[in-house]
């Protein structure tokens, strides 16, 4: 019989992080204070964040040791299983093997765990007693509420209304772990009012979320903010995924031409691809690709270009490919890809060519999720429907090359409490939103004063 599915067994779980600042070719250009205009330094981050994650943001050790009590946690669920998708091969009659990381296992139900319990551990042991955050779809919201759970912290959700009306289990779910999650924007804070006051019906973003929570732990008594993506210290807990990866492919007996993963602000598709990014560096040739919905082209439309990371302004500058802080992405399915920036780390990657970028329309992303729920079971988050579209593409494109490509894709999450969003495709109410040019014009115009990074591609 065939091997389906490739276990690793818990001595093998990776005990450090990889860092991928050390070996990038082009150094990163620092984040910038919005009033000095210089490099942010500890002290600035100092009231959101832990001191450990802060010298995690900008250590230039390769690896970092991952501590005992993430590693008892991590456990849980770690290490994930690596898959052969046969029968999706199969059914595209394709040459290429698809190999798929399934981060569905965790408790939550995605890839998010990998650094929320890490954010966690770090606050608990800082003194913190209360972790707010932002969330899109609920997925990262779920995450830190599982781990706070797990470290005896209190979390305070701020969700994009849009998903928090539409997948209300996500919600529940937070409650169940303990956590008290609202709409946003909410009347809660300050950055809410001010929304709400422009648009009494804004569907919310992660870009306002942001500026809820961060005013929330700003405000707020032993608190602290937690970011699920975007900054390099959560790329870099997410890399225990892709050094996975590399022992499981090894074990398969093979190496990966392709690598695909979805990108909201980025985590995810780094932690799956970064230890890969490194034997790219070193000369291995492979094709890493990035995937975003086209109606938030944060990577193939955005410049690249100094921008807040939130909408109302409260973040430092941070060098990265953006669409505007004041971009409110449609309304698709797949929230956890609905925010107008990518980490600067994976956009200093696409601007080294070392990361290719790949836009994909809502209705192929859910035909692939009906195709890969049909064929190999699983039934994925709408995010991680973009990374099935085009692995699908990939594959298709290896049987007309008439080539044996290895493909391997991180499947990020289950969907199983994103079925409204399922019901709405297969009874036919989603379209594909036309590119919202005029939207992404008046956006960008906003961040034509800012400072400019010295690798500018406005
Ligand atoms: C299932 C799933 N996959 C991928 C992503 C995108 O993650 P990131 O923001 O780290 O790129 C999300 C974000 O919420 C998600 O929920």
Request: net charge negative; charged share 20%.
């Amino acid at each position: 019989m065939e091997v389906k599915k490739i276990f690793l067994p818990e001595s093998e779980l990776p005990r450090q992080w990889y860092n991928v600042l050390p070996d990038l070719p082009t150094p990163m250009e620092p984040p910038l204070h919005p009033g000095t205009g210089q490099p942010v330094g500890p002290d600035d981050l100092a009231p959101i964040f832990p001191m450990a994650l802060i010298e995690q943001e900008v250590s230039q050790e390769r690896n970092i040791d991952i501590p005992e009590e993430v590693l008892e946690q991590y456990l849980l669920w770690r290490p994930t299983p690596l898959y052969r998708a046969y029968s999706l091969e199969k059914y595209l009659d394709t040459p290429a093997k698809i190999y798929f990381k399934n981060e569905g296992v965790s408790p939550p139900g995605s890839h998010k765990p990998n650094t929320a319990m890490a954010q966690a551990y770090y606050n608990k042991i800082a003194g913190t007693k209360r972790i707010c955050t932002e969330t899109g779809a609920g997925q990262w919201g779920s995450a830190l509420a599982f781990c706070c759970a797990l470290f005896g912290l209190e979390c305070k959700v701020y969700m994009v209304k849009i998903s928090y009306d539409q997948k209300p289990y996500r919600r529940m779910m937070m409650e169940t772990w303990g956590a008290n999650c609202v709409a946003s924007p909410s009347t809660e804070t300050k950055a809410g009012q001010t929304i709400l006051e422009r648009n009494p019906d804004s569907p919310g973003s992660l870009g306002i979320a942001i500026s809820e929570a961060v005013e929330a732990a700003v405000t707020g008594e032993n608190s602290k903010y937690s970011l699920g993506s975007v900054l390099n210290h959560v790329l870099l807990h997410q890399t225990v995924n892709g050094l996975e990866c590399q022992k499981q492919m090894a074990i398969a007996g093979d190496y990966p031409d392709v690598i695909i993963g979805c990108a909201g602000g980025g985590s995810n598709f780094a932690g799956h691809a970064l230890p890969f990014v490194r034997d790219k560096i070193n000369g291995k040739e492979i094709d890493i690709i990035a995937v975003e919905p086209t109606s938030c082209p944060t990577m193939t439309k955005g410049p690249f270009a100094y921008d807040f990371g939130d909408t109302v302004q409260m973040t430092p500058f941070l060098p990265m490919h953006t669409l505007g802080h004041n971009f409110v992405p449609e309304p698709i399915h797949a929230g956890g890809l609905r925010y107008h920036g990518m980490a600067p780390i994976v956009s200093q990657l696409i601007l080294s060519n070392i990361v290719r970028p790949v836009a994909v329309p809502q209705l192929e992303t859910f035909q692939a999720g009906v195709t890969f729920a049909r064929t190999e079971g699983f039934i994925s988050a709408p995010e991680t429907d973009h990374a099935v579209a085009i692995v699908i593409r990939e594959a298709i494109k290896a049987k007309e090359e008439g080539k044996e490509k290895i493909i391997l894709f991180n499947w990020s999450g289950h969907g199983l409490v994103d079925m409204a969003a399922y019901e709405a495709y297969l009874s036919g109410q989603l379209s594909d939103h036309a590119l919202p040019e005029d939207e992404i014009k008046k956006a960008l115009k906003d961040i034509a004063p800012f400072p400019k990074p010295q690798q500018y591609t406005g």
